[in-house]
Structure formats: C-alpha cells, structure tokens
C-alpha cells in the first residue's frame, strides 16, 4: 500500500536513527590537493572500499579485485598492488566490507551475476552466492548495530532485491522490483527489534524510490520525484535526516523533516558517479567524483570547497582512509590518495 509523499518523508524521520546524541562540532577539514598514484590498472576502476587497517580494495573492468597498501610505494608502472583476488568472470561492480568481532570480509558482486565473500588476509573466495539472474549492480552490507544481522544486500539488472546469509550463502528473501536496481541503502528501524522490521532503498534511472519492508517483504510506498537518479544516499547530521539525491551533474540534499530539497550542490560539469559522506566529525561533509575528471569537496550547506584534480579520465568511485585522506579510484586505471 502506497503511503503520500508526506507520511512517507515523516516516517523516514521517525525511523532514521538518532545516531547524533550531542551536537556536532564542525572540525576544519582541507585537503592539500596534492595527490600521488597509488598504482595503476590496466583496467578501469569502477569501486573502491577500505578495509579497517587502512588498505584499499579495488573492484575493475578486468574482472578481479586489488589490495593496495597506501603505505606502500610505487615501485612500477602497473599492477602496483599487495595481492590480487581472481574468481569473476566479468566486469566487479561493487564492493563492501562484511565486518564481525573477530574477522573483516571482502564481499564484491559482478556483472557475471554472482557475489562473493574473500578473505583479505589468504586472497582466497570463501563462498559465491548464487540467484541473480542478470548483473549485479550493488551491494550493500549493515551489521549487528541495527539488529538486521550481518546480511547482504544487493540489486540487479534482473529488477530483484536479495538479502543474503553471508555463512550459509543462502538468499533469504527476494523483492521483486520490477526495474533494473541500481542502488539499494539500509535504514534501520530501532523501533522495531522484536520484529527487525528494516527498511531497504532501492532507486533506478528512472528517479522513483521504493521504501520496502524486509519483515514483510512488502513495498510500503514510493516517492516520485523524477530525480533520474542513480543512487542515493541517507544523511545524518545534527540529529536531522537528509537523503542525498544525485541528479546529472548535481547533488540534492533533500531535508526529509521540512520535505523540501534545501541545499543544491551545483558545480560538476558532466554526471556525477560516485560520492562519500564523510563522517560527522569531519562536518558531514560530501565528496563527490564526476565524468568531469575531478572530485569535489561540500561542506552540509552545499558550499563547494575545494576540487581536487588529477585524474585523466571518469572518476568512478571515493572512499575515506582511517587517517582522513580521500581514496578515488578512475576509468584512467589509477587509484589516487589525496592528502
């Protein structure tokens, strides 16, 4: 069933978390601008994660996954990386840390339609998970903290949504879609522990959200906005609830309380691909990559505050290392630290 527009924005903003207890003190965040290549692929990177040491895993079109060491230096023009994870046979689209209290998982999902589970520290694939029918868009992985479980999970071109058992590799649930799922987000609901009543984000090109309920495997509402989007974001910043939109070569930060969009990013000149919410000591502050070859840094009013360029081509995907620098992976084949 259908909820308005405005029921569904005031729900959101009951079920986001109060994960701020206090006020948030802005810290001064600046880069140098100065970046130095990590390594180089022959293929493209097309997704970034960073394990909790501090390595960066990178998933490419050459159909395997990398660990690099950012404290390792070049040594040679290509393949600079600590090991390499061999098993896809097509293009890895996306990659996520499945993390516990005694171990961290690599997990990566592929257009040759599987997921699988590595371990960092062998390079060896502990489990594939089987059932998309089509490529495997993304992943997304929330553990124990919002009582979901350490669960998996991801949306295809076969217009599903599969949450996963990363032990047993079973699916436990499908949500039949019915568009090709380009991104999917976690909201969790501690409203409701008894039940793990959580909410999942599923968006396509086609700039319509789902809201679904994973306890009963429902669609509880739509919001249809015709962003056009690609994938979107939750945000949390001074105990509010903000999903961050992104809408061709702009970002949208709209204000779920007000239901209003209230901040635009505006500055990109070609599509943006990529963006990271950088943590709220850090301001809440975005990075954003775009076909423009550069990444931009936002604080939470939408001011632009520093473009950081250096790749040569799509930059097609950011993360944050534990010491504050920014991560990028491009088209160009490079992973860039930039400090």
């Known amino acids: 069933m259908n909820k308005s527009k405005s029921s569904i924005w005031k729900y959101l903003n009951e079920v986001f978390p109060d994960v701020l207890s206090k006020l948030i003190i802005e810290y001064d965040y600046y880069l140098s601008g100065e970046s130095h290549i990590l390594g180089k692929c022959t293929s493209g990177i097309l997704c970034i ?31 600079n990386y600590d090991s390499k994870l061999v098993g896809h046979t097509d ?137 056009q989007s690609l994938f979107a974001k939750p945000i949390y910043f001074n105990n509010n609830s903000y999903i961050l939109f992104v809408r061709e070569n702009e970002l949208r930060i709209f204000d779920i309380l007000n239901e209003d969009y209230n901040v635009n990013l505006i500055g990109h000149t070609a599509t943006v691909l990529c963006c990271t919410i950088l943590p709220d000591y850090y301001g809440c502050r975005i990075v954003s990559g775009s076909n423009d070859k550069t990444l931009k840094i936002w604080n939470h009013s939408g001011e632009l505050e520093q473009t950081l360029k250096g790749h040569e081509c799509s930059v097609g995907c950011t993360a944050m290392l534990p010491n504050g620098n920014i991560v990028s992976g491009s088209y160009d084949g490079t992973i860039r630290i930039w400090t």
Do not use: M
């Open 91 to 227: 293009w890895v689209r996306s990659i996520a840390i499945l993390s516990t209290k005694s171990t961290e998982k690599i997990v990566s999902a592929s257009d040759d339609r599987t997921i699988k589970i590595w371990d960092p520290e062998t390079g060896t694939c502990d489990i594939t998970l089987f059932g998309h029918s089509s490529w495997v868009k993304c992943i997304t992985i929330r553990s124990d903290d919002c009582n979901f479980g350490n669960k998996i999970v991801s949306g295809s071109i076969d217009k599903t949504i599969k949450i996963w058992n990363p032990t047993t590799g079973n699916c436990d649930v499908t949500l039949v879609d019915g568009r090709s799922v380009y991104f999917v987000a976690i909201v969790p609901n501690n409203q409701f522990k008894e039940t793990k009543q959580i909410r999942i984000l599923s968006g396509s090109d086609d700039g319509i959200i789902k809201i679904w309920n994973s306890y009963t495997r429902t669609c509880e509402g739509t919001l249809d906005y015709k962003f």
């Open 49 to 79: 994660s960073v394990l909790s040491d501090g390595r960066i895993v990178s998933g490419s079109t050459g159909n395997y996954l990398t660990i690099w060491n950012p404290q390792k230096h070049v040594t040679r023009e290509y393949d």
